[in-house]
């Protein structure tokens, strides 16, 4: 069946590093792609999206490539904040279902 | 404008107890979902309704009833809770035309002893 693979955390960066959080599928046909945020004591939310291969998401300086041929939608920030400490959720929607398929989740901790 | 509200923040059970958790969106959002989010896991979904009357079986229904007599509001009850079903469950609503973007309640941490 359809699947979302996580890197597992938690990842620990210091401040002004490069920020990279591993995130690969399994689907049959051309499924959405996203990732979502869970911030400390709150429900998640929409970080970005991409429908269609080669598209980009970006948000909040986070960007993630489709990348078709390596089923894969790596999320990625040039300079990590302390503030973006956070559980980091990829997931997947088939186009024929509104039902999201989630991965594990990324703890993100950035030290100042 | 709320959101997406979640009733309780926290509650602790003794097995074979029963409980309701209360999801309401002010939105006037078509869909509504339940997870239930466990360590290692990502989430999961429980059940969902794609409208008011209407609710069907996620990913792990077993142990769980819905019911969502109102389109804003979305019930999530156990009958006779278990230890398995200790967890942090997570409301969601979204629209029609957007279903991609699930916009969620902060989420009741629920304890099973």
């Known amino acids: 069946g359809d699947s979302v693979t996580q890197m597992e955390g938690p990842v620990t960066l210091s401040e002004e590093a490069f920020l990279t959080i591993n995130c690969t599928y399994t689907?049959?046909?051309?499924?959405?792609l996203f990732w979502y945020v869970q911030y400390p004591g709150e429900g998640l939310q929409l970080l970005l999206k991409?429908?269609?291969a080669d598209d980009k998401g970006s948000n909040k300086g986070f960007e993630a490539t489709y990348r078709k041929e390596t089923t894969s939608f790596h999320l990625e920030k040039g300079s990590v904040q302390v503030s973006d400490s956070a559980v980091y959720f990829c997931?997947?929607?088939?186009?024929?279902?509104?039902?999201?398929?989630w991965g594990a989740g990324t703890k993100l901790i950035i030290k100042p | 404008n709320a959101g997406v509200t979640q009733t309780p923040k926290f509650r602790v059970l003794k097995t074979g107890q029963s409980m309701t958790l209360l999801c309401a969106q002010d939105?006037?959002?078509?869909?509504m979902y339940w997870y239930r989010q466990d360590p290692g896991m990502g989430l999961r979904l429980i059940h969902y309704s794609v409208g008011e009357g209407t609710t069907a079986k996620g990913e792990v229904p077993d142990g769980y009833n819905v019911s969502r007599l109102k389109k804003q509001n979305f019930l999530l009850g156990l009958e006779s809770a278990a230890p398995s079903q200790t967890s942090v469950y997570f409301c969601?609503?979204?629209?029609?035309?957007?279903?991609?973007?699930?916009?969620f309640g902060p989420g009741t941490r629920l304890t099973v002893l």
């Open positions: 689907a049959t046909g051309y499924p959405s």
């Open positions: 939105m006037n959002h078509e869909y």
């Open positions: 969601a609503s979204s629209t029609h035309g957007r279903p991609d973007t699930q916009y």
């Open positions: 991409a429908t269609k």
């Open positions: 997931a997947l929607r088939k186009d024929s279902n509104y039902q999201l398929i």
